[in-house]
């Protein structure tokens, strides 16, 4: 059995009974919690890319440059901040996992938005990126609903009518600057006129493959269609390298015949002239012009002759005393 020692010796615990504030403390942490909520909620900071849009009670009503701002508190005036100098871009048939020097990209799930049929019903993996900025704020937030998946619909509807006006080899091959810049110029003109407030900057085929079930036949398509070309081109050269040598031929021949036949005639013409003048001084002086016409030949044939013997005319019985002997006369030689 426990004893207790004297009554004084035994004591209860006590207990403090906690004070409550009084009515002025609850005013002070009002008044201080009121103020932090204003102080957080009246002022603003826009970043040096951004444009701050100002809606009083869901109403649009100013626009703000960068740097601090003031606004009505607990939400009577809120800001919507949109980056106008930031380039934004759109990613179709494939994402970016992680962007650097080697970036990495995935297709997993995307492989609808690059399935394209092209103008020569032949299909197509198209992957593509545009790169666009926001010029109008007002126009981005207000004028079109969900803006982000509008512009998304849109480029993707310009993308697959421009790839389908095209072929296969030039979606593939030479025509792929052509198809991005159509694709751009397009884009931008149905934002305008849905007045999306946006800026399409470009538009980048990131690669355009064909599907994986076709794409061995399709190399060896393209194989023969290079060695085709190959060909053509070797024919091409050596046609060039035939065709006008024997161009040049051909007309050197012609100017050849063409002198030739100038001169003949000339020759010819002169000859008559020639001819005729004779005749006109024989006809004045016939025994002249025979004389001269009888020396003028001697003078262009005696020199020819390498043996001569000069006698006179009137001479006779000469003839026993030459040797007349056709084996002793030089070959070339001549008589009198």
Not at 143 to 161: G, H, I, L, P
Not at 165 to 176: C, F, I, K, S
Not at 321 to 326: C, G, I, K, Q, Y
Request: glycine letters at 6%; aromatic letters at 8%.
């Amino acid at each position: 059995m426990t004893q207790f020692g004297p009554a004084e010796d035994f004591q209860l615990p006590r207990f403090r009974i906690p004070r409550l504030p009084t009515g002025r403390a609850i005013g002070r942490v009002v008044l201080v919690l009121l103020i932090m909520i204003v102080g957080l909620t009246s002022f603003y900071t826009v970043e040096p890319e951004e444009v701050g849009l100002v809606l009083l009670f869901g109403k649009y009503v100013r626009s703000t440059e960068p740097g601090l701002h003031f606004k009505l508190p607990f939400g009577i005036e809120r800001v919507v901040k949109v980056p106008v100098q930031r380039q934004l871009k759109q990613e179709f048939g494939f994402r970016t996992v992680r962007s650097g020097v080697r970036s990495q990209f995935t297709t997993e799930n995307h492989a609808e938005e690059a399935n394209m049929l092209t103008g020569d019903l032949n299909a197509a993996l198209v992957e593509w990126v545009v790169q666009y900025r926001i010029v109008d704020p007002y126009r981005f937030l207000f004028r079109v609903r969900n803006v982000q998946d509008t512009f998304r619909s849109m480029s993707e509807a310009v993308t697959r009518k421009v790839v389908g006006n095209r072929t296969v080899n030039e979606v593939l091959t030479v025509g792929r600057a052509e198809v991005a810049l159509e694709v751009e110029q397009q884009l931008q003109e149905l934002c305008d006129q849905y007045e999306t407030g946006i800026k399409v900057d470009q538009v980048v085929l990131q690669d355009v493959n064909p599907p994986d079930a076709v794409k061995p036949s399709f190399n060896e398509v393209n194989q023969a269609q290079q060695e085709r070309e190959k060909l053509i081109n070797e024919a091409q050269s050596e046609y060039n390298k035939v065709v006008p040598r024997a161009k040049g031929e051909a007309l050197e021949l012609i100017q050849q015949a063409e002198g030739y036949a100038l001169d003949r005639v000339n020759r010819a013409e002169g000859d008559a002239t020639l001819f005729v003048a004779t005749y006109e001084a024989y006809r004045k002086a016939p025994e002249v012009t025979r004389q001269r016409i009888y020396l003028e030949t001697m003078h262009a044939i005696l020199p020819q002759v390498q043996r001569k013997i000069i006698i006179d005319g009137s001479l006779k019985g000469i003839l026993p005393l030459l040797n007349l002997d056709a084996s002793a006369t030089p070959k070339g030689g001549a008589e009198r």
